[in-house]
């Protein structure tokens, strides 16, 4: 396992960089001694090896020792302990997994605290494959082994449900098949590491910030993308998705980091399945496109009524198809080119007629088989790996290259009976369409002579290329001679002019803005208050030059101190423009939304505060505690600006991705000066003074670096340290 030096956590091959805060990940070390490698815990269960880890603890394998049966023990990370929130919500793990008793989830048996506070959880020991091991050999499984599969998950996740339980973290890590490939093949769900339940309790049960993300970006349901209340219908929404993997091998949305692919659940549509696996029942890929709709009214209401429309469809009962959804232009979160999310920007159109009259083949191939391989994939015999984590997990998902087999045959199959005749269950239309020839679509046939239809194709061509002719012109004289700028972008195009300004989504969501009042902490900055920020874009780096200079040329506002004429210092395209008046930028912000079409303008001070700390409140950018290292500031001996696309600014980056934030240049906000609530700081006498935040260059004060420190000056301010970056509001579906 990798480790993040910076956020402590630890990632596996070949996984580079830490997807929460960038840092390159540490080289893995030879492993340190375990101290609860032997020992007696608590008196009771003596500890025999390590078997997984996760964000909270790590698991082991242990033998209760005094009734000789084998259990495995889930034990909080040390530097958690001290942290009575975290103990609660390990605590509440216990009491959530209890209270589900049903023989598809796991058995959670003892719950302590042992006098040296090491705090664990003992559950039963699994010895079976995960579900994600078998997809990594099987690639995917044919769908009456999937819809078999589901029917076992939806019993376990019906039985949490109804004791007001939500799992939240559904995924196929968390799904154990116990006896594979035997008469007595069973399922576990497992890991109610972040479940919240929906009931009284006798203790602490809200323990997640409102608005705060959790759970696995690949399985998460737009709702809980966007950190609202979550209800059962989320773990339907995760269910699809797993349903989706199985009979695909692949899933409905993919992108190259946690927050793109939370903006793809929110935002876009997923590809048909028979897109990628053609042998899949039409009505069965209906319900589970209806499972990930985007409107939570939209899905089946409980797991029990999904696995039975899975049934129905499978067995070819009259299913509805899906409600049609649009999907709205969706804009890259980080600096990959669009077409790299892969982002739909509408229903899929298919240039593939689906035949009425061939139904799919419901042809099962025997039993599922065993790999042929004698060794576990599990890496030892039989062992599941219980390495659930406790938040938005990275983990790799990705399946062996096209061209290579895996491990394993590729045809698993149920020895569940199929009806013999597919067409079983359909209504009298629909049998009577099955036998019906498919329809023959043929263009409209002209009656006009052949002489005149001569002279009109020859007069289109003729003003094609006139056409063609007058706007190479256009597109020449606006974009390399007016422009002076060869890739410009030019025309309303709002998705070309959000990836041009590297505009990065925000979520919606809360957090403490401000801080307590301390000996360090600037009375203004005070005290901490809690702030709902709704969805946002803002601009991952500050304006530069370059594009400042664009708005110059358009517009023959002046220029910035230090430039002559038009032309800023030499060589520094790439660097953050400065000596900007609020004003200025206010100009700037303006003249781009006439030219793109979006309403681009400056963050909000509370914005801007919540894109640097994210919700887990950070004192810095990439953390709670201080490193002259990770800013370019005169802490850190630096006595110039550098360039947006530094190496020097890559650790000064906050949890949604926003580079600069600490240092390089302070920024302008739109926000005018006020105190907070209940403050105790003076007024300043600054009239209608703008807020600027952010530490610059020049800052010789680590507490000047914070992401809640403020600065306000009149808006015709002007400075070398100061710049600005741009918002502008999250696309309207």
């Given at each position: 396992?990798?480790?993040?030096?910076?956020?402590?956590?630890?990632?596996?091959?070949?996984?580079?960089?830490?997807?929460?805060?960038?840092?390159?990940?540490?080289?893995?070390?030879?492993?340190?001694?375990?101290?609860?490698?032997?020992?007696?815990?608590?008196?009771?269960?003596?500890?025999e090896s390590k078997i997984g880890q996760g964000g909270m603890g790590n698991v082991y394998k242990a033998k209760h020792v005094h009734m000789d049966t084998m259990v495995a023990v889930k034990i909080l990370h040390p530097h958690l302990v001290s942290d009575q929130t975290t103990v609660e919500r390990f605590r509440r793990e216990a009491r959530a997994a209890i209270t589900v008793n049903h023989p598809n989830a796991i058995h959670v048996m003892d719950f302590g605290v042992t006098g040296d506070k090491t705090v664990y959880l003992v559950m039963e020991f699994l010895e079976g494959m995960s579900l994600r091991k078998l997809l990594e050999i099987e690639k995917c499984l044919t769908s009456e082994k999937a819809?078999?599969?589901?029917?076992?998950?939806?019993?376990?996740?019906?039985?949490?449900?109804?004791?007001?339980?939500?799992?939240?973290?559904?995924?196929?890590?968390?799904?154990?098949?116990?006896?594979?490939?035997?008469?007595?093949?069973?399922?576990?769900?497992?890991?109610?590491?972040?479940?919240?339940?929906?009931?009284?309790?006798?203790?602490?049960?809200?323990?997640?910030?409102?608005?705060?993300?959790?759970?696995?970006?690949?399985?998460?349901?737009?709702?809980?993308?966007?950190?609202?209340?979550?209800?059962?219908?989320?773990?339907?929404?995760?269910?699809?998705?797993?349903?989706?993997?199985?009979?695909?091998?692949?899933?409905?949305?993919?992108?190259?980091?946690?927050?793109?692919?939370?903006?793809?659940?929110?935002?876009?549509?997923?590809?048909?399945?028979?897109?990628?696996?053609?042998?899949?029942?039409?009505?069965?890929?209906?319900?589970?496109?209806?499972?990930?709709?985007?409107?939570?009214?939209?899905?089946?209401?409980?797991?029990?009524?999904?696995?039975?429309?899975?049934?129905?469809?499978?067995?070819?009962?009259?299913?509805?198809?899906?409600?049609?959804?649009?999907?709205?232009?969706?804009?890259?979160?980080?600096?990959?080119?669009?077409?790299?999310?892969?982002?739909?920007?509408?229903?899929?159109?298919?240039?593939?007629?689906?035949?009425?009259?061939?139904?799919?083949?419901?042809?099962?191939?025997?039993?599922?088989?065993?790999?042929?391989?004698?060794?576990?994939?599990?890496?030892?015999?039989?062992?599941?790996?219980?390495?659930?984590?406790?938040?938005?997990?990275?983990?790799?998902?990705?399946?062996?290259?096209?061209?290579?087999?895996?491990?394993?045959?590729?045809?698993?199959?149920?020895?569940?009976?199929?009806?013999?005749?597919?067409?079983?269950?359909?209504?009298?239309?629909?049998?009577?369409?099955?036998?019906?020839?498919?329809?023959?679509?043929?263009?409209?046939?002209?009656?006009?002579?052949?002489?005149?239809?001569?002279?009109?194709?020859?007069?289109?061509?003729?003003?094609?290329?006139?056409?063609?002719?007058?706007?190479?012109?256009?597109?020449?004289?606006?974009?390399?001679?007016?422009?002076?700028?060869?890739?410009?972008?030019?025309?309303?195009?709002?998705?070309?002019?959000?990836?041009?300004?590297?505009?990065?989504?925000?979520?919606?969501?809360?957090?403490?803005?401000?801080?307590?009042?301390?000996?360090?902490?600037?009375?203004?900055?005070?005290?901490?208050?809690?702030?709902?920020?709704?969805?946002?874009?803002?601009?991952?780096?500050?304006?530069?030059?370059?594009?400042?200079?664009?708005?110059?040329?358009?517009?023959?506002?002046?220029?910035?101190?230090?430039?002559?004429?038009?032309?800023?210092?030499?060589?520094?395209?790439?660097?953050?423009?400065?000596?900007?008046?609020?004003?200025?930028?206010?100009?700037?912000?303006?003249?781009?939304?006439?030219?793109?079409?979006?309403?681009?303008?400056?963050?909000?001070?509370?914005?801007?505060?919540?894109?640097?700390?994210?919700?887990?409140?950070?004192?810095?950018?990439?953390?709670?505690?201080?490193?002259?290292?990770?800013?370019?500031?005169?802490?850190?001996?630096?006595?110039?600006?550098?360039?947006?696309?530094?190496?020097?600014?890559?650790?000064?980056?906050?949890?949604?991705?926003?580079?600069?934030?600490?240092?390089?240049?302070?920024?302008?906000?739109?926000?005018?000066?006020?105190?907070?609530?209940?403050?105790?700081?003076?007024?300043?006498?600054?009239?209608?003074?703008?807020?600027?935040?952010?530490?610059?260059?020049?800052?010789?004060?680590?507490?000047?670096?914070?992401?809640?420190?403020?600065?306000?000056?009149?808006?015709?301010?002007?400075?070398?340290?100061?710049?600005?970056?741009?918002?502008?509001?999250?696309?309207?579906?």
């Open positions: 396992m990798k480790k993040c030096s910076s956020c402590g956590r630890e990632f596996p091959e070949p996984t580079t960089f830490c997807p929460f805060d960038g840092k390159k990940l540490d080289a893995p070390e030879p492993a340190d001694i375990d101290k609860f490698l032997g020992i007696v815990l608590d008196g009771k269960y003596c500890i819809l078999w599969l589901m029917k076992e998950v939806c019993a376990a996740v019906e039985a949490a449900h109804s004791k007001g339980i939500i799992h939240r973290d559904l995924k196929p890590d968390n799904i154990v098949i116990l006896n594979y490939n035997t008469p007595s093949e069973q399922i576990k769900v497992l890991d109610f590491s972040i479940a919240k339940l929906k009931v009284a309790t006798d203790g602490p049960v809200n323990l997640t910030q409102q608005g705060m993300v959790v759970g696995t970006p690949q399985y998460m349901s737009p709702e809980q993308a966007e950190g609202q209340e979550l209800d059962i219908r989320s773990d339907l929404y995760s269910l699809g998705v797993i349903m989706y993997e199985m009979l695909t091998g692949d899933l409905p949305f993919k992108a190259t980091t946690p927050m793109a692919l939370i903006l793809k659940h929110i935002h876009a549509l997923p590809r048909p399945l028979r897109e990628l696996k053609d042998n899949i029942p039409p009505a069965l890929e209906a319900v589970v496109l209806r499972t990930l709709a985007k409107k939570r009214e939209d899905r089946p209401q409980s797991a029990q009524k999904l696995a039975e429309q899975l049934e129905e469809a499978l067995n070819q009962k009259d299913i509805p198809p899906p409600k049609a959804e649009t999907s709205p232009v969706v804009v890259r979160p980080t600096g990959e080119p669009m077409s790299a999310l892969g982002v739909k920007m509408g229903p899929s159109k298919s240039t593939q007629p689906v035949s009425v009259n061939q139904p799919p083949s419901l042809n099962p191939t025997g039993p599922l088989v065993k790999p042929s391989d004698a060794t576990n994939p599990m890496g030892n015999p039989g062992t599941y790996d219980y390495s659930g984590d406790w938040s938005i997990d990275s983990r790799d998902t990705s399946r062996p290259p096209s061209g290579k087999t895996p491990r394993g045959p590729a045809n698993p199959s149920s020895n569940r009976p199929q009806p013999a005749n597919p067409n079983n269950g359909l209504s009298s239309a629909a049998k009577n369409a099955a036998q019906a020839p498919a329809p023959v679509y043929r263009h409209n046939e002209s009656f006009e002579p052949e002489q005149v239809k001569s002279n009109n194709r020859l007069l289109v061509i003729v003003g094609g290329v006139v056409f063609a002719l007058i706007v190479g012109l256009a597109v020449y004289y606006f974009v390399f001679y007016k422009s002076d700028t060869g890739n410009s972008v030019t025309g309303k195009d709002p998705k070309a002019w959000l990836e041009k300004m590297e505009m990065i989504a925000i979520p919606t969501g809360s957090y403490m803005m401000g801080r307590d009042p301390a000996r360090d902490v600037a009375e203004d900055a005070t005290p901490a208050h809690q702030v709902k920020v709704g969805g946002f874009m803002l601009s991952r780096h500050e304006i530069t030059n370059k594009q400042y200079s664009d708005f110059l040329k358009a517009t023959n506002h002046p220029s910035p101190s230090g430039w002559v004429g038009l032309q800023y210092p030499a060589n520094q395209d790439d660097f953050p423009v400065s000596n900007i008046s609020w004003d200025d930028a206010v100009s700037y912000c303006k003249w781009v939304s006439n030219q793109s079409g979006i309403q681009f303008r400056l963050p909000t001070e509370a914005e801007w505060e919540y894109a640097a700390r994210g919700m887990d409140n950070r004192i810095y950018p990439w953390g709670q505690d201080w490193d002259p290292f990770k800013t370019v500031s005169s802490e850190n001996s630096q006595s110039n600006v550098v360039a947006v696309s530094s190496a020097q600014l890559s650790s000064d980056r906050s949890p949604f991705g926003i580079i600069g934030m600490s240092g390089n240049l302070s920024e302008w906000t739109s926000s005018t000066y006020s105190l907070y609530p209940n403050s105790t700081a003076k007024e300043d006498p600054c009239t209608d003074c703008k807020i600027i935040r952010g530490g610059n260059f020049l800052s010789k004060d680590k507490n000047l670096l914070t992401t809640t420190n403020r600065i306000w000056q009149p808006n015709n301010f002007k400075n070398e340290r100061v710049g600005f970056r741009i918002a502008s509001d999250m696309p309207k579906e």
